[in-house]
């Protein structure tokens, strides 16, 4: 069974609260989901494998640490996920950045695949797949199921707010794969919206409501 992690450093819950307040504007939203998103790959990063290395500072010789064998991608599920790339590519530099258009019924809740670019070598990096809302679960695990077709099989999923049971669904279809949330909320509304969530994160980053 994969491990749910909440990611509630206080620093994180003040800048969600501030995220869910519906008086905060376009800019200031996605301001805070980039440093959202990089205070909690800093966690998700924390069990990445080091290897020594000899280097030389200018007082001698030694053995330092670095970051060994496999490289990163970072996957954001279109459109709101990519408020979340930018705070990792800071942490990352290097790591690449694969993009899977999922859009969201909005009768039935069910996802629709619209788009899918990922880097050819992407079956030999570890993958963190970005999505700010962890609702019915249907995107998530949808993307997820993308990722494992194109041979990926060290994934972690990051999300910002999640329900139950989007995080039970992502979990019973892919218990390999590790979750991190900043908040676990209640449930979800007539319209699997969540609540109380923060409305509806692509519109919010974007302004395209
Ligand atoms: C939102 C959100 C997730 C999805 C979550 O995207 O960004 O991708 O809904 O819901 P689920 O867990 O029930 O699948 P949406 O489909 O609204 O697209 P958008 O990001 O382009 O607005
Ligand atoms: N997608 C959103 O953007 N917000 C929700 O609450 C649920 C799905």
Redesign the pocket.
């Known amino acids: 069974m994969s491990t749910l992690h909440i990611v509630d450093h206080p620093l994180i819950q003040h800048k969600l609260s501030i995220m869910r307040n519906k008086k905060t504007g376009s800019k200031d939203f996605r301001e805070l989901l980039s440093e959202i998103a990089m205070l909690m790959g800093y966690e998700l990063t924390r069990d990445l494998p080091l290897e020594d290395i000899q280097i030389e500072t200018p007082i001698c010789k030694m053995t330092a640490k670095t970051i060994s064998g496999k490289k990163l991608a970072i996957v954001p ?5 990519l408020g979340m790339v930018d705070g990792l590519q800071k942490l990352v530099p290097v790591a690449k950045v694969g993009h899977i ?5 909005p009768e039935t ?3 629709h695949e619209y788009y899918c670019k990922l880097p050819p070598d992407i079956e030999d990096r570890i993958v963190i797949l970005v ?13 997820l199921t993308m990722l494992k077709k194109h041979g990926c099989h060290n994934i972690k999923f990051m999300a910002l707010v999640g329900v139950p049971e ?1 995080i039970t ?1 992502v979990q019973a279809e892919h218990p390999d794969v590790d979750i991190y949330v900043a908040a676990q909320d209640e449930c ?1 509304n007539e319209h ?1 919206y969540i609540v109380p969530g923060l409305g ?4 919010r ?2 302004g ?1 409501k």
């Open positions: 599920i279109l459109r709101a996920g258009g999922l859009y969201r019924d809740h069910l996802p999505d700010p809302m962890l609702a019915t679960g249907g995107s998530a695990s949808d993307a989007g669904k979800l699997a509806d994160a692509g519109d980053i974007f395209t």
